[in-house]
């Protein structure tokens, strides 16, 4: 069987069983599926350009996802009146203190040489730097915290159109990678893979906390949207009649639509990532990148700058995570910093990845539907295999009632146990790399 | 006088005895981290879990305990079902070892394949864990709660500033003390366990010296095992056990081994107690200190915190990229692999 | 003539499955000698000496240690048979000190050591007085001391040695050849490949000049070192 006829029939499979979900489930768990799963699929190519092309194992994933629906916010939201005037000025130039300050403790320990001198001055410039920046920012903070902090209480966004939110994600995602990855992509595997971990908590855990910046744990609703409103459509006439005719409802016609529309748009981004991610991998640049993930020491005795090439990777890769961060914080229509959970998260876009193939982009969109769908429907499937485990067992027996309720907690042990059988049995995945 | 006396009350009651107590805690899951490093060579991320996993079967054997009336006096019951957690973690691991891991390594496979196959493993513990227990708090400490309670302490001393030190700290100290000392007499005074340091040391001249590596595997899998679940037990006795909370501990003990250096026991034991006294004081609210301290047109009206209460885990994070960077090989100098 | 004490007889092999380094090439050591292994730059010295402990396949030939046939034993077997052999790198433990480095050669031993250990101590009185120091603290001559003397701790049958004196100072050397001509004297054959061969060949009672893997010249040392061929191949005339 050739390869892109047993490709074709991988993904024949995965439609059929999304098909199959919309008949035993209903059509709005099918679209949801098929739209999250669009979203994964462009996080697993993203995170398949960083290992499969170089090698580098990310485990700080929803940091860039995160940035990616703060940009959504930054860029489609309206700015809040009163907000810029109150503070925006004084935290704009507190950050830029701040960020001087580093730049400048920076600049003294790698141009003075190492003494008591230069630790006292490094030590007193970033201390001195510290606390004036608190004293602006503190302030400033608390003015725009004050403004209407039940609807709004934060600086707001630019009131731009939402869909160029989703390339601003990746700009965001690639500007904070840029610097990540200046620092820490001189460090060896598992530290890096620690690193990032780190980083993508900091990341979210200022989304959290910065109330000034995306409101905080009190989130964002109301994001706008490039798809029209159900409820809009379900006062709307001319779509009603058509619903009708085609056998639905009203209701359920307007959010089958609206997840269509999103189906669409995720669909166009995929697809132009995706031929973007081949002929990048097909280029002369992409058989360089992979010559230097296997034998590293020869790339560099031959005169590639190693670290720089990995830093060009880290950035796209997370600019990729970065759009589909903002494309999934639009599909939610609000930002919930709350509901990103790193490690988790992460962990699973991994399993696409492998499970899909790692080093193939074909490979990882195929893992990102398949593994997104099996995630989904572990849940529904458990509940009927406990069913059917404890039918036998009389109600109110409490093994029964646990088994039952610990279907939830099956997801994740699923995804382990597939994640560790595809490495030890097929470890190169369903579609491996050429 | 008075005053310092206060300050320093205040100053043990919330930062010092809750930094010394967590730190032995980081410190005890470290030394688990720093070890499977050092002779299997690779960070295990399912160490939370397994920590989780054992404190899991303490409990049930705790609960066990208590539904039969065995107490332990002022002491919890914990401490006796403690044994047989250990026992149970440990076939968990020397299970998972046998099959799962040991593939890799007769394969020779690099380390970060190991790394991601303990990302699996680590996600089976998390949901086997919470399907066993459930994902709520659980409860199971019970015997005396302090050793000496604030009001007690007041009543002791006349002090403003109350003084609470519970027994569940207490424990934590004095196990882990008595733990940190058996494992150094153990790698440092035994012939397995310089067997270990000596695998760990030059796996290739360890061979040749004739030690036996399946051995040392194993040894230094009961070990870690026993480390994980006494660490596991007393954060969970000190404060609370619910699954998720070991996922998140997982990184500041990961912080703790780096900074201490990677393979080195003193090391897990340093950068345990850094990062826990740097989460601590940086995000204590220092007022009340300072303001015994110092005279009082100086008081200060802000809390003087330096980071806020959320910002707890990227403190250790902060350090941990710190010391990466400028000094990779931790405090203690580690390997790096 | 007798059967040598340990003999690596026309051996033939390579690394793995690879090409043959090793051309019918023929090593051995009598009980008492020092043999030295000489040869220009990869010559095969090392390669030779590997082969006889065990780290490559021989495709043709065999070892014999005292009169046994070893070819088929693993290094560890060996090492249990009574070969000692110190690696030219990465040969102690350098986290530990030196006394628990001698500990380790002694792992193999179920008896009491601590015999040995103080004639260890005896040939290198060095070690004695930093014992309790960490053995990667000690300068490079004195590694090399604690290298030999932990393989010396199983009080094997043969010595040997893979470039004892490689990147030391030529003081160093002196020394290090008196300890080695020391441990000979205990009665210990030794094997040794040594790229300083005209030190070497002066204490060596047997010498091999390997090149490309095959015999060269074979004879004392005093005969190798006045041999003119010899001497204008790589001794410098």
Redesign the interface.
Known sequence: MSDSVRNTMYFAGVALLIVITGFVQSWNTALFILNFGLISAIMALGVNLQWGFAGLFNVGIMGFVALGGLATVLVSMPATPGAWQAGGASVIGALVLGAATVVAAVILMTNMKASKLRSFSVFGVLVVGFFVYRGLFDPAVGLIEEIDPAATGYLGGLGLPVLLAWPAGGLLAAAVAWLIGKTALGLRSDYLAIATLGISEIIIAVMKNEDWLGRGVKNVVGLPRPAPYEVDLQSNAAFIERANGLGFDAVTASTLWVKLIYAGLFTVVLVILFVMAQRALHSPWGRMMRAIRDNEFAAEAMGKNVTARHLQIFVLGSAVCGIAGAMMTTLDGQLTPGTYQPLRFTFLIWVMVIVGGSGNNLGSVLGGFLIWWLWVMVEPMGSVLMKFVTYGMADGYWLKDHLLESVAHMRLLTMGLVLLLVLRFSPRGLIPEK | MIDFLNAFVALSNFVLIPAISYGAQLALGALGVTLI?GILR??NFAHGDTMAFGAMCTILVTWLFQSWGISFGPLPTALLAMPFGILATMGLVLFTDRY?YK?YRDQKA????L???S??????????V??II??NDQRFSDGERFIISVREFKALTGLKEGLAFKTTQGITIVTAVIVVIALFWFLNRT?TG??M??Y???E????????NPERVVLVTWLIVAALATIAGTLYGLDKSFKPFIF?QL??PV??AA?VGGLGSPLGAIAGGFTIAFSEVMITYAWKKVATYVVPESWAPD?LVQLL?T??K??V???I??IV??FR?TGLFAGK?? | MSEPFLIGDSMTGGYGNGPDILHECTIAVNKGEIAVIVGPNGAGKSTGMKAVFGMLNLNKGSVRLDGEDITALSPQDRVVKGMGFVPQTSNIFTSMTVEENLEMGAFIRRDDYKDTMTQIYDLFPILKEKRHQAAGELSGGQRQQVAVGRALMTQPKVLMLDEPTAGVSPIVMDELFDRIIEVARTGIPILMVEQNARQALEIADKGYVLVQGANAFTGTGKELLADPEVRKSFLGG
Do not use: E
């Not at chain 2, 690099?110 to 394949?113: C, L, N, Q, T």
């Open positions: 490093y690779f960070s799962v593939f690099k380390p970060v394949i790394v991601i196959v990302l699996g493993v680590m996600f089976i513990l998390n949901g086997l919470r399907f459930g994902p012939r310089k067997s340091r000596a760990s040391d030059n290739d001249l360890a061979l040749l010296s004739g030690i996922l997982l990184l990961f912080a780096i802000t806020s959320d910002y885990f990227a250790s994070f902060v941990l990229i990466l960077l990779p790096s692999v």
